[in-house]
């Protein structure tokens, strides 16, 4: 086993001498030698191992909204990486330089799980993101990011398209404060023919992780024309959302740009997302946001109760916050579903690349 070959978790022999990992529903089953779907994972002399563990694409602040989360400490920055591959094949992937690489050269910063925790600490984040590509693949090293952040007072967030097997599930997400899951449609057809997945674990992990955790959930769909925004499918979306999860977890549906196997497929437009609002508001959601787009209404968090605006935002920026740090309407008293405190200013819409290197 060299250095960058970390011992990874959650896998058993076959009888037939096939090493199944048990990480996520793709069940890889390998060979001697091979990797996993996502790249990352390997089987190496018998043992799984997680190739990049240590290892990350580069470290930014952005702000929380970025990822997105509109109600978890909105306003504050977060200390955002991803490292390389991904456990979903999605022909849409708007990030495939990362979740698609192959090429380990470009993971070229080393840091040690205390070293961003303290990198955290020190740039005055409130949390850290595991994001550009799925945590769930690099789980061992998440996890111990969340460790040492945790030991700072840092939170966690991990932006997840929440593709993970049961027992996984609670041991990653038990280190988690906050995640934003893609839901990326709402029939298996679409899982299955563009992204290599499946449905229901993915609604397995939302249902999940709303009634069996404290993890703050938002939830992301990228409307793609032709594909996933017909009215029909938007409002199963919705009516399962409100049914299992409730009415106050945040939704955001947000902007298709052609990129990677679809660059046929034209942009989503603005109507779109404003058509799908209203769908998920007719439906009962009280917190439904447009992303990507300048839209005062689709950007603002209103008062479930009252119906006045508590957190205006134009694209990730502030304009007006009024939400009280006991996290309630400040006129009507109503509770605003999300994490809040003091709120002392924003970070703005800025992305900051930072650099750190240490050895692992
Ligand atoms: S985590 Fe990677 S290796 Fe494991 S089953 Fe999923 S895609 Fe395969």
């Keep these: 086993m060299n250095e960058s070959e ?6 058993h022999m076959l009888s037939d001498g096939r090493m199944q990992c048990d990480l996520c529903p793709r069940d890889c089953r390998l060979h001697e030698g091979q990797r996993g779907a996502c790249f990352v994972r390997m089987r190496s002399e018998d043992r799984m191992v997680l190739t990049t ?25 977060i200390l955002s990486f991803g490292t390389a591959g991904c456990n979903l094949a ?22 040690s799980p205390d070293a961003i925790a303290k990198a955290a600490l020190a740039d005055g984040c409130k949390s850290v993101a595991f994001t550009y590509n799925d945590p769930i693949i690099f789980a061992e090293y998440a996890m111990d990011i969340a460790d ?7 939170q966690t967030v991990a932006v997840t398209a929440g593709y993970i097997h049961e027992a996984p599930r609670r041991e990653f997400f038990a280190k988690m404060d906050a995640a934003n899951v893609d839901l990326k449609a709402f029939t298996d057809d679409f ?36 594909k996933n925004d017909s009215n029909a499918e938007i409002e199963a979306e919705c ?3 409100r049914k299992e999860l409730g009415p106050d977890v945040p939704v955001h549906f947000t902007a298709f740009h052609p990129d990677y196997k679809m660059p046929d497929i ?7 997302l404003r058509r799908a609002r209203e769908i998920a508001l007719g439906e009962g959601l009280n917190y439904v946001f447009t992303g990507n787009v300048h839209d005062e209404r689709g950007g603002t968090t209103y008062c479930p109760s009252c119906r006045t605006a508590l957190i205006v935002r134009d694209w990730y920026r502030i304009e007006e916050y009024r939400v009280t740090a006991e996290g ?14 003091e709120f002392t200013g924003q970070f703005g819409r800025r992305r900051i690349p930072i650099a750190i290197h240490t050895p692992v």
């Design 191 to 226: 899982y299955y023919k563009l992204c290599g997945a499946r449905l229901k674990p993915v609604l397995d992990t939302l249902t999940y992780l709303r009634h069996e955790t404290d993890v703050w959930v938002e939830i992301t769909t990228l409307l793609i024309p032709g």
């Design 90 to 111: 999605c022909k849409f992937c708007q990030n495939w330089d990362i979740s698609k690489s192959r090429d380990m050269d470009r993971l070229a910063d080393q840091a």
């Design 328 to 341: 309630k309407c400040p006129d009507c008293g109503a509770v605003i579903a999300g994490r809040y405190g």
């Design 6 to 11: 970390y011992p990874g978790r959650w896998w």
């Design 53 to 77: 563990y240590g290892r990350s694409s580069g470290f930014c602040i952005d702000p929380i909204e970025k990822k997105p989360l509109n109600q978890f400490y909105p306003g504050s920055s």
């Design 266 to 272: 034209p942009a989503t437009p603005a109507a779109t």
């Design 239 to 241: 009516k399962w959302i």
């Design 148 to 154: 040492a952040c945790h030991a700072q007072g840092v």
